[in-house]
């Protein structure tokens, strides 16, 4: 194309370079500059939304803490860890056998109990029971007056703490050997539960804490 020719076609469309350019242009504007605005602006609005939300949550997590009976929360979670203790607790599944023995006029006469090979021979530690928790397997002895005691004692039993489960029963005359799963529950201590915000207690809690603690 001659210089000519180019002169003539730029007079002949002067007239729509501008407009054309500037239309470009806003496109241009619009497509990398104020369309990339919005989207930071709406993530960052969501971000403020999501704060906000957990700030609140804390904020009635704070609430609910000052406003509780301490008292009662404490004795809550002796209670509730006597009845589901954190680990293997040897001396609370002791003094439930014998409170249990007591309470239906009966002896004790032996138990033994496995944990890591320490307490025993006749027992076993397995990973999960019934409840979705794990157990300390217990066997037993208990010498009574009649067959009716040691009923008794097997009813006795599982209205103590810790909570237990009667496997298998051996009778015999007035002994009875008592095969026992013992449950537990440890503390999550992976760190992987995160928990922003906390929930009252409810007096359906408090009857069930009443419960566990009026029969032991």
Known sequence: ?????????????KRFLLPMGVSIASVVIVLFVIFPQINSISQKMSDISEQTKKVES???SYS?????????LDNGVQVTTSAL?????????FNGLSEAASSSNTTLTDFSINVG??????ANFTQEGLIG?????????????D????????????????????????????????NISFFF???????????DSLAPVSQQDFNFINQLNTGN
């Open 1 to 13: 194309m001659t210089d000519k020719k180019l002169k003539i076609l730029l007079a002949r469309y």
């Open 58 to 60: 804390l904020r009635q």
């Open 64 to 72: 609910i803490i000052t406003q509780s009976d301490d008292s009662a």
């Open 85 to 93: 203790p954190t680990a293997k607790n040897i001396p609370l599944i």
């Open 117 to 122: 090979g320490i307490y025993g021979r006749a």
């Open 133 to 145: 928790a794990p157990t300390v397997e217990v066997v037993a002895r208990v010498d009574g007056i």
């Open 147 to 178: 067959p009716k005691n040691t009923i008794q004692f097997a009813k006795s039993l599982v209205s103590k703490l810790p909570l237990s489960q009667i496997n298998k029963i051996d009778i015999s005359g007035s002994s009875a050997v008592y």
């Open 185 to 195: 529950k440890p503390y999550n201590s992976s760190g992987s539960t995160s928990v």
